[in-house]
C-alpha cells in the first residue's frame, strides 16, 4: 500500500474532514457575532464526493478519519456518511468532533 509522506518524510494516516461549515452554535472564539457566509448547499462536498476521497485516501495509507464541521450533525446524511466512510477497505477508525446537541437526535 502506498504511504502518505510529507516533506519532511513524516508518514499520515489520519485525516480530518469537514463535511459542513455550518453550525447551531456561536461560540466566541469560533463564529463572529455578525455570523459567517456560509457557503451554499450546492457547493458542499456531496456524500458521494466525500466517500470518493476517503477511497482515494485509504489507496494513500491514510486508515483513521475524523468528521468535522462545523457541526457535523446539521447535515441529514451524516449517520450514512459515516456508515459509507467505515465500510472504506483500509480505513480502521472513524470518529467524530460534535457539539452533542444533536446526538440523542441521531441513535
Ligand atoms: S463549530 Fe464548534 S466551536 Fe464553532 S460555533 Fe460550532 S460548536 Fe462552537
Sequence with gaps: MEKLYDQYDRV???VRLS??????LRCVYCMPKEGLPFFPTDKVLSQDEIVQMIENFAEMGISKVRITGGEPLLRTDVVDIVRRIKAVKGIEDVSITTNGLFLAKKG
Design 12 to 14: 499520515h494516516d489520519y
Design 19 to 24: 463535511i459542513t461549515d455550518r453550525c447551531n
